[in-house]
């Protein structure tokens, strides 16, 4: 049997490691585990019961040293912990966490606690989890030659006594764009010790053989196949580094639900990171020979395409916000994290340069940059231009006839900072916000000689905006996904805040 032992916690690199259930749904309700489709409407994932399966976990470990229990509990802190606190915000905890589609944890039964107000069961397990990051990533064998098992991943330090080593782990930061798990070990042994030792490496179920690499020092190692142990014995000495690059994949996980009326509907894994979809309910997706036909990795540059355009009035800010494919509205600025946040930023693509997605941030080197605009929840979609003085709205295409497409000009207004969005197709016409500042009012294409645009100075005011950082980000694992009516940005679960998100999607051929 293994000894849990305990680690000086580093820090956890870009969020790295939670749970996310992807596939089992659990809570203090013990439903059929057949029938977990069923249970996608309610709240059907309960902060203790997973913070109880981790110590269930945790034994069943030390009694077996199965990599499976050690997978089960890499996800369930990577996606079902990680995600149950509101950002970082000390004292703002998740009771119960949805999985149905549209689903959002601050709009949920429960949604989110207080402070000091919400004392629920979950608030003591839930601080309690968080307090107990560090644990659970290393155990020791005694023997002749004393066992460490490494069996999570996680950047920490720990004095090995009964080994008489020190162990440094660093672990790089995940990414859908580099699609590996890269983990490195450096041993420096203590003074006066001569003694052997084992290092035992978790190789999970998640990655495969195809790709990946052990090496100790400059000389590789060979990998057992996944579900095992690399176990590696040796007198350590001050300059041994052990690595590790596991690849990740992306996968699909049915349902528990033995209805065939079901058999289609799936959660979306990369490696042990339960993906989530922005959407307020829609959920069915194209699937093509192979995952990544369907769903590709968003590059790391795209962050700087992201921007927000606002308007000031009135000691309040205005946004150009799209909320579906109809309408593009002036809304009240929101903070982060939120729908409104989603639904008011926007990627800039370029069409200069051989229709390539190089972008500036720097607002001086958009001017002249010929772009599209699309909405970052609806990846794949671009605003377009009805006609003169008809309201925007957003096209699942891009149109051939220039619809689509704006030139990034100095603003209207003369201020400095800001643009203004000139039709390709329509020259003299720009996106007007119409200065009408009340929540929902329409955006449209307007020109200098349009009736009922006003005085000059009014329509250039109304045509300018301020180019600011996208209100919401990629989180540097994301990808877009083939919808069938539309496009789905996913990234982990433990990302999300109060956005609508859905788990389960419905495959479709």
Known sequence: MCQEIGTYFMEIVNSSHSY??????????????KRLAGTLQTENEESCTTY?????????????????????????????????????????????????????????YHGWGTPFQSFWCCYGTGVESF????????????????????????????DWESGQIFLSQK??????????????????????????????L???????????????????????????????????????????????????????DDRSEYASIMAILYGPYLLAGYSNG????????????????????????????????????????????????????????????????????SRNNNNSHKLST?????????????????????????????????????????????????GLDGKEGSVSLESVSQKGCFVFSGLDYKPGAKVKLSCRTSSGAGGDDEFDEGASFSANRGLSQYHPISFVAKGENRGFILSPLLSFRDESYTVYFHFRS
């Open 282 to 349: 829609d959920w069915n997706l194209k699937l093509g020979s192979s995952l990544p036909e369907s769903i590709t990795p968003v590059p790391s540059t795209h962050n700087s395409h992201l921007l927000t355009l606002s308007q000031e009035s009135g000691g309040s800010t205005f946004v150009v916000t799209n909320t579906n494919e109809s309408s593009v509205t002036m809304e009240k600025l929101s903070n982060p994290g939120t729908d409104a946040s989603v639904h008011s930023t926007f990627r800039l693509v």
């Open 362 to 410: 720097s607002l001086e080197d958009l001017i002249g940059e010929q772009v599209m605009l699309e909405p970052f929840h609806l990846p794949g979609m671009v605003l377009m231009q009805q006609g003169k003085d008809e309201v925007m709205m957003v096209r699942n295409s891009v149109p051939s006839d220039g619809s689509s497409e704006f030139l990034v000009v100095s």
């Open 20 to 33: 996310a259930t992807g596939g089992t749904s659990v809570g203090e309700f013990w439903s059929d585990p």
């Open 171 to 200: 672990v790089d930061p995940v990414v859908s764009w580099q699609p590996f798990l890269r983990v490195a070990l450096t041993v420096s042994p203590k003074e006066g010790s001569g003694k052997s030792s084992t290092l035992n």
């Open 202 to 256: 978790r190789i999970p179920n998640w990655t495969n053989a195809n790709g990946a690499e052990a090496a100790l020092n400059a000389g590789s190692l060979p990998l057992p196949a996944p579900g095992n142990f690399l176990s590696v014995t040796r007198n350590w000495s001050s300059s041994d580094k052990l690595t590790l690059k596991l690849p990740m994949s992306l996968r699909t996980e049915a349902i528990n």
């Open 131 to 158: 307090s107990k990051l560090g644990d659970s990533i290393y155990f020791e064998e005694e023997g002749n030659a004393p066992g460490l098992y490494i069996i999570q991943y996680i950047s920490s330090t720990f």
């Open 52 to 108: 109880n399966m981790l110590k269930v976990s945790r034994h069943l470990f030390r009694w077996t040293k199965e990599v499976a229990y050690a997978d089960y509990y890499e996800r369930a802190i990577t996606n079902g912990v990680l995600g149950i606190q509101r950002g970082t915000e000390p004292g703002v905890m998740i009771y119960m966490l949805p999985q149905g589609p549209g689903s959002s944890k601050g709009r949920s």
